[in-house]
């Protein structure tokens, strides 16, 4: 019979995982996890752990959901994936459709990708593309200090998360930060941003940012009024404004696109993550039909977008999609979840009033945690992370700051668990 031990030997001898220093997992074993459902996750020995995170902000709809299984079975009888240059399928067609429907009006484009780091290259590069077309070369990209778009050359640079981009910085485009609303007020922000629209202006492709809550920089966040006034001022400059809602669009902040918020549209808008329920690789970069148009000529003029990937629109990605907007519509999800989102404002309450937190701060269904008082090399996260592992959660600070990111479905009971679990392990540090 397979247990924890087994498997973990037989892993270890091949795999190399992801954003690990493998020589922990000497002290700090990793979990072999055999099954998931609903909230929950079981592993080998029979343990279950409550996925507080979503499994990396993905399973919106918990595991192994029955109403998505059915439609990823039924789409595997008639299509599993299909070259997506030159060919089409339905499900494809479906998803862009109800994209397109779903997220603000000048949105009509769809280019599918695979993956989050994918959406932000196809963006990048579609925005620096779209001036060359017009022979124009604009090689500089504004992100916001503290930001965070993938670990991919392209989305690296445009983030600002130490940790993952210092060790390339030689070797990374160019790019420039802007002061984080999430950080400074939003005056000194959206200052920060005009001035660097001056130094550079005529030269800038594009503005990246993650609407609302930077989430790999520490669940930072920012009110909507920014966004408002960036998408001014970015109209005032001639410059593009990328949306990358990959972790926060499906209703993450509370509505189903964070941009709806402050009542903007982008000019690119890059989803990934929960669009497939957290089934398969799947993300998605939406466009204007200005944009669209810079591209289409005859072939010989050399304007084609020409990035593409193997698994670019895979069909049983797309039928998970499609599963998952037919929840959202079917159980009203967006309405429904405001009761949740409430719940999880009274259930966080208390933490405000232990002596080791700083913040407790919360958008929509993303609630953090911030501690104080702890050296970075205490590695307090880990901590904390253990403590939830041996009483059945799975949390997943970020350094010091101790987050909810909970699949839809969790019950209140859950909602209790996981935040009591967290209550107790930020009462149990020794400081
Ligand atoms: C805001 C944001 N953008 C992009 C990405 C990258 O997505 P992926 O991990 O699918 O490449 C992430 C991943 O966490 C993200 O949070």
């Avoid at 493998?22 to 029979?46: C, Q, V, W």
């Avoid at 990246?208 to 920014?226: F, H, K, N, R, W």
């Avoid at 669209?292 to 020409?306: I, V």
Wanted: aromatic content about 10%; overall charge negative; proline content about 3%.
């Amino acid at each position: 019979m397979l247990t924890n031990e087994k498997m973990r030997e037989r892993d270890l001898k091949h795999i190399w995982h992801p954003c690990s220093q493998m020589k922990d997992y000497e002290t700090l074993p990793f979990i072999p996890i055999k099954s998931g459902k609903g909230a929950y996750l079981n592993d080998f020995d029979g343990n279950i752990y409550l996925d507080a995170i979503s499994s990396w902000w993905v399973n919106i709809f918990g595991h192994s959901n029955p109403y998505i299984n059915e439609k990823i079975k039924e789409q595997l009888e008639t299509l599993e994936h299909v070259i997506f240059a030159g060919f089409t399928h339905e499900s494809g067609v479906r998803l862009a459709e109800r994209l397109v429907a779903l997220t603000p009006q000048k949105l009509q484009k769809v280019f599918f990708a695979d993956n989050g780091s994918s959406a932000i290259e196809i963006a990048l590069k579609m925005s620096f593309q779209y001036y060359k077309n017009q022979g124009e070369v604009r090689d500089v990209f504004i992100s916001l200090e503290n930001s965070y778009h993938g670990e991919t050359m392209g989305a690296l640079a445009v983030g600002d998360v130490a940790l993952y981009k210092e060790i390339y910085g030689e070797i990374l485009i160019k790019t420039v930060q802007a002061k984080s609303p999430a950080l400074v007020s939003e005056e000194e922000a959206l200052n920060s941003m005009e001035t660097l629209f001056k130094k550079h202006e005529g030269k800038i492709s594009a503005v990246v940012i993650e609407p609302l809550v930077q989430c790999a920089g520490s669940m930072a966040m920012y009110d909507a009024t920014y966004i408002t006034k960036l998408r001014t001022l970015c109209d005032t400059y001639g410059v593009f404004l990328i949306a990358d809602e990959i972790a926060v669009g499906f209703g993450r902040t509370g509505t189903m696109f964070a941009c709806e918020q402050a009542n903007v549209t982008p000019d690119f808008m890059c989803l990934s993550k929960g669009i497939t329920g957290g089934y398969l690789p799947l993300s998605c970069v939406l466009t204007t039909h200005d944009v669209y148009q810079a591209f289409y000529c005859d072939y010989s003029e050399g304007k084609s977008f020409l990035d593409s990937h193997s698994y670019t629109g895979n069909a049983l990605a797309c039928s998970a999609a499609n599963a998952t907007l037919d929840i959202f519509e079917s159980e009203n999800i967006i309405k429904n979840n405001k009761i949740k989102i409430d719940m999880l404002t009274t259930l966080t309450e208390r933490f405000k009033a232990l002596p080791n937190v700083k913040e407790v701060r919360q958008r929509g269904f993303i609630v953090a945690i911030e501690l104080q008082g702890y050296a970075p090399e205490k590695r307090i996260g880990l901590e904390i992370y253990q403590y939830a592992l041996s009483h059945e959660v799975l949390l997943r600070p970020l350094g010091n700051v101790v987050y909810f990111m909970p699949p839809y479905i969790m019950s209140e009971e859950e909602l209790q668990k996981m935040t009591d679990v967290a209550y107790d392990a930020i009462k149990s540090l020794n400081r």
